[in-house]
T-cell receptor
Framework: KAGVTQTPRYLIKTRGQQVTLSCSPI?????VSWYQQTPGQGLQFLFE???????NKGNFPGRFSGRQFSNSRSEMNVSTLELGDSALYLC?????????????FGPGTRLTVL | AQKVTQAQTEISVVEKEDVTLDCVYE???????LFWYKQPPSGELVFLIR??????QNEISGRYSWNFQKSTSSFNFTITASQVVDSAVYFC???????????FGAGTRLAVHP
């Protein structure tokens, strides 16, 4: 089975711009979660989508949003970028049904905000 | 409040040494899941193990073993006969009270020298 894929792998943006990151989960997985990883704050949960609905949300401002499509692919969007948004954004997929399943992570998108 | 503490920031060992990575968690929920992930220099988080709160059996997988003790809220990870390829950052994570939201510890950077 193919693993979780994320595109693009690297992005450079300037403050005030917006960005969209994409994630394709493992085939058959219906849950997609997003995490932000920074040296200062570590790994932090952004949100989780299951069957096109946001099921859980972390403590991030409204500039961070996401969506999931009927094929389980997910996108996250960050508007009005700030320098502090520079991070590795990781997407994880899991079956999403029943008990808490293991999450499998993609390679991440490294976002640099100048 | 839910929290994961990995007190060891960095550990350096010589190949073939055994090494234990500590993880202490906090949660008020009676049902929860604990995980370990490995993050090699490539950046992708690799799933190692999931354990639920009702299963305190220790687990061994090759050179890896895990010791789960509810009495001390700990879920420690031991690598036996470490190898250079084990060099990575290791994260302990907790899922409690809500589906696939993982709360990560700060990580322990393990350096294995030849």
């Amino acid at each position: 089975k193919a693993g979780v894929t994320q595109t693009p792998r690297y992005l450079i943006k300037t403050r005030g711009q917006q960005v969209t990151l994409s994630c394709s989960p493992i085939s058959g997985h219906r849950s997609v979660s997003w995490y932000q990883q920074t040296p200062g704050q570590g790994l932090q949960f952004l949100f989780e989508y299951f069957s096109e609905t946001q099921r859980n949300k972390g403590n991030f401002p409204g500039r961070f949003s996401g969506r999931q499509f009927s094929n389980s692919r997910s996108e996250m969007n960050v508007s009005t970028l700030e320098l502090g948004d520079s991070a590795l954004y990781l997407c994880a997929s899991s079956l999403g049904t029943g008990q808490v399943n293991e999450q499998f992570f993609g390679p991440g998108t490294r976002l640099t905000v100048l | 409040a839910q929290k994961v503490t990995q007190a060891q920031t960095e550990i350096s060992v010589v190949e073939k040494e055994d090494v234990t990575l500590d993880c202490v968690y906090e949660t008020r929920d009676t049902t929860y899941y604990l995980f370990w992930y490995k993050q090699p220099p490539s950046g992708e988080l690799v799933f190692l193990i999931r354990r639920n709160s009702f299963d305190e059996q220790n687990e061994i997988s090759g050179r890896y073993s895990w010791n789960f003790q509810k009495s001390t809220s700990s879920f420690n990870f031991t690598i036996t006969a470490s190898q250079v390829v084990d060099s990575a950052v290791y994260f302990c994570a907790l899922s409690s009270g809500g589906y696939n939201k993982l709360i990560f510890g700060a990580g322990t950077r393990l350096a294995v020298h030849p």
